[in-house]
């Protein structure tokens, strides 16, 4: 697996983290898809920034395990495969178990209501914005889902467990991106599950959570596998974000 690399930059609020978040994203939301040659300079003009900051971002992607780099290829973005999703996901619940176990342990009346708290937000949110296509991403739900799986984790009492746990959502939300997850029934089940799995923590029934964990990866990822292995990949999602249409017209007029 690839160094962890921080999610909060040293210098924070530098160009190099701003366009490492941004490129972070479009990686993830498949705008940028498997493969992707990422030519410096026209990153540079997508992205508004200078050479030294988008290097500084590419190399922490690598970092990352989001891009790949060589001297003779430059940078790309990492292929997708059955192999790597089924090594991933094993990964991701070896790692996410022992994290939720530690928190079930440790975890005090205030992480409690946060688990509680995070669910609520998630619940409330549809997948898909009224009127949109099933494919368009909807922030406020993305971000959510992100805080209620973290949440979960965050009394395992290991900062490196939690950034590692953190590296594989991305790498995992990558796929269910590529594959398009964002149907009425897949909006249902992961619904369900989520309740059940922020239940089971909250009543602090280990054992229960855990096999509701791998339950809830398992199924997510086989659901993935069978999306892209019966389809072409597809066109790259619009996003419900203000900053998502800008960033689309100055790639528009910068031709890539």
Same mark, same amino acid.
Not at 65 to 78: K, N, P
Not at 127 to 140: K, L, Q, V
Not at 141 to 166: I, N, P, Q, T, V
Not at 202 to 226: C, F, N, P, Q
């Given at each position: 697996?690839?160094?962890?690399? *921080?999610?909060?930059?040293?210098? $924070?609020?530098?160009? *190099?983290? /701003?366009?490492?978040?941004?490129?972070?994203?479009?990686?993830?939301?498949?705008? #940028?898809?498997?493969?992707?040659?990422?030519?410096?300079?026209?990153? %540079?003009?997508?992205?508004?920034?200078?050479? *030294?900051?988008? =290097?500084?971002?590419? !190399?922490?992607?690598?970092?990352? &395990?989001?891009?790949?780099?060589?001297?003779?290829?430059?940078?790309?973005v990492?292929?997708?495969?059955?192999?790597?999703?089924?090594?991933l996901?094993?990964?991701r619940?070896?790692l996410?178990? +022992?994290?939720?176990?530690?928190?079930?342990? !440790?975890?005090?009346?205030?992480?409690?209501?946060?688990?509680?708290?995070?669910?609520?937000?998630?619940?409330?949110?549809?997948r898909?914005?009224?009127?949109?296509?099933?494919?368009?991403? !909807?922030?406020?739900?993305?971000?959510?889902?992100?805080?209620?799986?973290?949440s979960?984790?965050? $009394?395992c &009492?290991?900062?490196?467990?939690?950034?590692? %746990?953190?590296?594989?959502?991305?790498?995992?939300?990558?796929?269910?991106?590529? *594959?398009? +997850?964002? !149907?009425?029934?897949? @909006?249902? =089940?992961?619904?369900?599950?989520?309740? $059940?799995?922020?239940?089971?923590?909250?009543?602090? /029934?280990?054992?229960?959570?855990? #096999?509701?964990?791998?339950?809830? #990866?398992?199924?997510? @990822?086989? #659901?993935?596998?069978?999306?892209?292995a019966?389809a072409?990949?597809?066109?790259?999602?619009?996003? =419900?974000?203000? =900053?998502?249409?800008?960033?689309?017209?100055?790639?528009?007029?910068?031709?890539?």
């Amino acid at each position: 697996m690839p160094a962890m690399a *921080s999610r909060v930059p040293a210098t $924070a609020g530098t160009l *190099s983290s /701003k366009v490492y978040e941004r490129l972070r994203l479009d990686i993830i939301h498949a705008v #940028l898809p498997p493969g992707q040659k990422l030519h410096i300079a026209q990153l %540079c003009t997508r992205y508004a920034v200078g050479l *030294s900051p988008m =290097r500084e971002a590419l !190399n922490r992607l690598a970092r990352d &395990g989001l891009v790949t780099h060589s001297e003779q290829r430059g940078f790309h973005v990492t292929p997708v495969s059955e192999v790597h999703l089924d090594e991933l996901t094993k990964t991701r619940g070896w790692l996410n178990e +022992l994290a939720l176990r530690q928190s079930i342990a !440790n975890g005090d009346r205030a992480w409690e209501e946060q688990v509680v708290l995070a669910y609520h937000r998630l619940s409330r949110l549809p997948r898909a914005e009224p009127g949109t296509a099933a494919s368009d991403i !909807n922030a406020p739900w993305e971000e959510a889902h992100r805080d209620f799986h973290k949440s979960l984790l965050m $009394a395992c &009492g290991s900062s490196w467990l939690l950034g590692y %746990c953190e590296q594989l959502f991305d790498a995992a939300d990558r796929y269910r991106h590529l *594959s398009r +997850l964002s !149907n009425v029934r897949e @909006a249902v =089940r992961a619904r369900d599950e989520h309740k $059940a799995l922020m239940e089971a923590t909250v009543e602090r /029934k280990t054992e229960d959570a855990v #096999l509701l964990l791998h339950k809830h #990866l398992a199924v997510t @990822a086989e #659901l993935v596998r069978g999306s892209l292995a019966g389809a072409p990949p597809p066109a790259a999602p619009r996003r =419900r974000e203000r =900053r998502a249409d800008s960033t689309q017209r100055a790639a528009r007029r910068s031709g890539g």
